[in-house]
């Protein structure tokens, strides 16, 4: 019970963060707060190393957070139990054995309760990586309204304004960021030796 409502309660926090960043004056107020800290790294170097830094802080404490908040190996049982009940689920259906299928319909209860406690656990580090992700975005929201001709040059792409849309409606600044974090992040999977989600 305590471990649902902790699921629900970092659920909740969750969606506040999203929810925060469409009320302007939360997000404005945040990125100004922050400024006080971090614009002063602004001025030593260009903005795009900044965006390498942050999003390098980024896949570094998510992927820590992850692996202390998450069971992997426990994670793992229950994608390969599920995978064996699918099979053998499929087996019994393409047989026709009504005997076997009651059973399997019994046992499917019980591997999507697993399921769902496995989706369950992945809310609480959601919630912890938000609550340090989602101030450092309104932060370079702010600095781009403060920086607004700050440019990048990236691989296929060509040198954009950051805040300029280079991949559908998502601007070269957000792109260069997940760009920097995931990478960053797969290799602190691999050192850490987490698994992925």
């Known amino acids: 019970m305590k471990k649902k409502f902790g699921g629900f309660i970092a659920l909740l926090v969750a969606m506040g963060m999203i929810l925060s960043y469409s009320i302007a004056p939360i997000r404005d107020g945040v990125g ?3 400024d006080t800290v971090l614009g002063p790294l602004a001025g030593l170097m260009p903005f795009y190393i900044l965006i390498i830094l942050l999003s390098s802080i980024t896949g570094l404490y998510s992927s820590l957070i992850q692996k ?3 069971d992997y190996e426990r994670m793992t049982e229950v994608q390969e139990k599920n995978k064996v009940f699918q099979r053998e689920f499929r087996e019994a259906q393409l047989s026709g054995d009504e005997k076997r299928i009651k059973k ?3 046992k499917r209860d019980k591997v999507m309760k697993e399921q769902l406690e496995l989706s369950q656990q992945q809310f609480t580090p959601m919630a912890y990586i938000m609550i340090i992700t989602v ?5 370079l929201l702010f600095r781009m309204g403060v920086t607004p001709d700050a440019q990048i040059t990236m691989p296929f792409f060509g040198t ?6 280079v991949l559908g409606p998502v601007p070269a600044w957000i792109l260069w960021y997940m760009i920097c974090s995931l990478s960053i992040s797969q290799v602190v999977r691999k050192s850490l030796n987490i698994g992925g989600i």
């Open 32 to 34: 100004a707060a922050l």
């Open 160 to 165: 954009h304004l950051l805040n300029v849309a």
């Open 135 to 139: 101030p450092i975005f309104f932060w």
């Open 68 to 70: 202390y908040t998450i």
């Open 104 to 106: 399997m319909d019994a």
